[in-house]
């Protein structure tokens, strides 16, 4: 079963750092671009960055909300991607979902069950 | 930035009704469109890719059509756990999502 599972959220302080943890099963981690997308209380969806695989140099992109603040890393040998957030503002509290971009028709399919991020004094 | 709009915003239904939920882009997407489902207290759910593919395990209940700027999600007849939040997303450049169709119980 191909599955994604999130972890790391709580309550930060702004200003401060949490980094977000992305354990994926299932599947070929290594060979697929992961993504992280949030989304606020009662709002819509939001794109917060990706990353590509070793094939494509890892390379990174990021929302213009987010860039300079938030790094997106991984390590394949652990079936893992993270999200490093820095600076954190109260406007970043959502719940932060991972998600693969499929092979093949590159849409974000599946996604994980989501880690709330607080950031407030 | 590509903008997703959708309309209606809620939309009122009852069960065995056809739902029709409309997405429009700022700009050409060409084929590049997604529709994803959400329930309370859920990750989204791939339900189309392409305009008008089916991702697995979909119901054939769920249909997409349109390319350009304008697009279509129709679900021929409501069965009760299709009552949910609906998402369009382009990934024509970069990654945008529309602010969502809610389809509830009339």
């Known amino acids: 079963e191909v599955q994604l599972v999130e972890s790391g959220g709580g309550l930060v302080q702004p200003g401060g750092s949490l980094k977000l943890s992305c354990a994926a099963s299932?599947?070929?981690?290594?060979?697929?671009?992961m993504h992280w997308v949030r989304q606020a209380s009662g709002k819509g969806l939001e794109w917060v960055g990706r990353i590509r695989s070793k094939a494509n140099s890892y390379a990174t992109a990021y929302a213009a909300s987010v860039k300079g603040r938030f790094t997106i890393s991984r390590d394949d040998s652990k079936n893992t991607a993270y999200l490093q957030m820095n600076s954190l503002k109260t406007e970043d509290t959502a719940v932060y979902y991972c998600?693969?971009?499929?092979?093949?028709?590159?849409?974000?399919?599946?996604w994980g069950q989501g880690t709330l991020v607080t950031v407030s004094s | 930035e590509i903008v997703l709009t959708q309309s209606p915003a809620t939309l009122s239904l009852s069960p065995g009704e056809r739902a029709t939920l409309s997405c429009r882009a700022s700009q050409s997407v060409s084929s590049y469109l997604a529709w994803y489902q959400q329930k309370p207290g859920q990750a989204p759910r791939l339900l189309i890719y392409d305009a008008s593919n089916r991702a697995t395990g979909i119901p054939a209940r769920f249909s997409g059509s349109g390319s350009g700027t304008d697009f279509t999600l129709t679900i021929s007849s409501l069965e009760p756990e299709d009552f949910a939040v609906y998402y369009c997303?382009?990934?024509?450049?970069?990654?945008?999502f529309g602010p969502g169709t809610k389809v509830d119980i009339k």
């Open positions: 997303q382009q990934r024509s450049n970069w990654f945008t």
């Open positions: 998600t693969r971009q499929y092979p093949g028709h590159n849409w974000f399919d599946p």
């Open positions: 299932g599947f070929t981690f290594s060979g697929s671009a």
